[in-house]
């Protein structure tokens, strides 16, 4: 065990028994509870259908805003490319659109005619 109370360049030795001692009848050992308090039963928030907005990245006008995921994806039925719109999905946590991955875009476009069928909407 080494003194760091001293003065010099070094630390003093100190015999082992010195520093080992019995605790005094004033300090009990901390103990602690292996098991965890259960936490209050919470029911989950409702999920909230997903909202999107539609911008036109030639001219940055929005062609769809707060539009659920059928007119989203009326409105991709009318663009000649998939990269010539940005989709953005509402995050309500954040309170902020984010801009979906290019993956996620093209998903949205593959699915744009699966909504309609021969007659317009099934």
């Known amino acids: 065990m080494l003194d760091t109370g001293t003065k010099g360049t070094g630390a003093e030795m100190v015999p082992l028994d010195k520093v080992l001692q019995e605790p005094g009848p004033g300090r009990a050992p901390a103990v602690r509870s292996s098991q965890r308090r259960p936490r209050p039963a919470?029911?989950?928030?409702?999920?909230?259908?997903?909202r999107f907005k539609v911008v036109d990245v030639m001219t940055g006008?929005?062609?769809g805003e707060d539009v659920d995921a059928r007119a989203a994806l009326d409105v991709l039925t009318g663009v000649p490319a998939v990269v010539d719109v940005r989709v953005y999905v509402w995050q309500p946590?954040?309170?902020?659109w984010r801009l979906l991955t290019l993956g996620e875009q093209k998903a949205m476009w593959d699915r744009r005619n699966d909504i309609r069928g021969p007659g317009g909407y099934p």
């Open 42 to 50: 919470q029911e989950p928030e409702p999920r909230q259908p997903r």
């Open 61 to 63: 006008r929005v062609l």
């Open 93 to 96: 946590r954040a309170g902020r």
